[in-house]
């Protein structure tokens, strides 16, 4: 049996800060569970982005991909990893919620967040400069299930509320 505790962790990535704790334990069995907290600040998403050489079309609006602060806190048991609750906070816009990777043999990502309020033309318009296009197509790649859901949203001068976006993989669906 093998028990381990961390009651402090720090780690700097470029200009990301990471602070958190950690127990993780193995049992005589070989099964495995640990848990702990996260706490995140990066000054510029965009920035760091550039820093760690992604090089991925960006909003155009260079506003966007600001700060980022998140909070969590997180439990791996039996394969599955939890992340719950989560606080995020990017560009002043405000996620809470929580997000789960079921396990093996079929793992995907399940997840469930709610936000006050985004402007989504500030996302909308990219920088075609770069060479690396998001594609809707990529997240085929990704077994995910779940949902976004905003109070408010604005596109152009398009005032929307009660906003609920549901992502469903043909891998996610349960």
């Known amino acids: 049996m093998l028990n381990l505790a961390a009651p402090k962790l720090a780690l700097r990535i470029a200009d990301a800060e990471l602070k958190g704790d950690l127990t993780y334990t193995q049992g005589a069995d070989a099964a495995v569970s640990a848990h702990g907290s996260l706490a995140a600040q990066v000054p510029s998403l965009r920035k760091w982005m550039a820093q760690l050489g992604l090089n991925q079309t960006l909003p155009h609006d260079p506003s966007t991909l600001g700060q980022l602060e998140l909070t969590a ?15 995020l906070t990017l560009d002043g816009i405000s996620l809470r919620g929580w997000v789960e990777r079921d396990p093996l043999p079929a793992p995907g990502w399940r997840f469930e967040l709610h936000g006050d309020r985004i402007d989504l033309g500030r996302y909308v318009n990219v920088d075609s400069t770069k060479k690396k296009a998001f594609e809707l197509g990529m997240l085929k790649a990704i077994n995910a299930n779940g949902s976004i859901h905003f109070d408010q949203a604005e596109l152009a001068d ?17």
Do not use: F
Not at 73 to 87: C, E, F
């Open 158 to 174: 398009t005032h929307l509320s009660d906003v609920r976006l549901r992502v469903e993989t043909p891998e996610g669906k349960q």
């Open 73 to 87: 806190g997180w439990n791996y048991a039996r394969s599955m990893l939890a992340i719950r609750p989560i606080a």
